[in-house]
């Protein structure tokens, strides 16, 4: 058997429709960034240091002159964050994306620690992790320069260099 149809509606009085406004479009932030440049959110594909071959991945700072931490899309066991200099654009990030930091540490890690006493970043390693939340790191400096050898500091003066392998 066959559906009956439905008997049409009766048409409804066509609704006013406000004239149509021009809705200014929201301003984009200037995009003044070196086209050259590498910049937090970028999506980017880096050369792994294990098997030399090219990987996506997101920037998430600029560490030095020519190396960027990135974080790979599909990491390698122990290693999601890298330090990298052979990086190409894959696809600019937003303007105004804020740096990545605080990425997971883990002992053993390379690390740039603050040196409180002269605000300068130096190379340590990363030897223990906070008890508590909120807690202090314990580095131990490369060179100490007469300094005690390690030091105590929070989460916010250290930077990851280079996953320990």
Known sequence: ??????????????????????????????????????YPGDRVSAKYHKDAQWYEAVVLYQKDDGVWDISWDEPDEGEQITSVSNIKLVKRGPVGHPELENVPLAPGDKVWALFLEDQNWYEAVLLKMPEADGGKYTVRWDDPDGCPPTAQLERHDIKLKLRKV
Do not use: I, S, Y
């Open 1 to 38: 058997r066959k559906k009956k149809a439905e008997p049409d509606p009766e048409p409804e009085e066509a609704e006013e429709k406000p004239a149509n406004k021009k809705v200014a479009a929201k301003a984009e932030p200037k995009d003044d960034r070196d086209p050259k440049g590498f």
